[in-house]
């Protein structure tokens, strides 16, 4: 990490079956990202081909970033769904978090399409997706 700043923001990441779930407090930083983009690649490690996974990432407080972040974002996204068995990022952002609305085309921009109110919803499209991705194909 080449970091000019300490990393702002908080976030926990862990595995709970075919989910890469992470929990981020905001406002954060390019430094924040590079962090956690490290940690999760190496949790990435245990999904292949086979056993694919969804990225939900549970944002709390704040969604915004300055742009150098969103474009380390970016990247992070468009690596999971080009090198990593990752089917899809999932942004899940409370009405009431900070800058929700102002971001949302941003990050639909960077290939960040679904986003959802509630942990609850995000996790049902995930399962359906999921069970959509392991049927047969006719």
Not at 42 to 68: G, H, K, M
Not at 120 to 130: F, N
Request: with cysteine; net charge negative; glycine share 4%.
């Amino acid at each position: 990490m080449n970091a000019i700043f300490r990393p702002h923001g908080r976030f926990k990441i862990w595995i709970e079956g075919q989910f890469l779930l992470t929990e981020v407090t905001g406002p954060w930083n390019r430094e924040l990202i590079e962090y956690w983009a490290a940690h999760a690649l190496q949790l990435a490690q245990e999904f292949t081909a086979a056993r694919p996974y969804i990225a939900i990432t549970t944002v709390y407080e704040s969604i915004l970033c300055p742009n150098d972040a969103i474009d380390r974002i970016a990247k992070a996204a468009e690596y999971s769904q080009t090198q990593l068995p990752c089917l899809y990022n999932l942004i899940v952002a409370a009405d009431d978090v900070e800058g929700r609305d102002l971001v949302q085309s941003t990050y639909r921009r960077i290939g960040l399409h679904h986003f959802f109110s509630d942990f609850s919803s995000a996790k049902i499209w995930a399962e359906q997706a999921l069970k959509n991705h392991q049927l047969p194909k006719p």
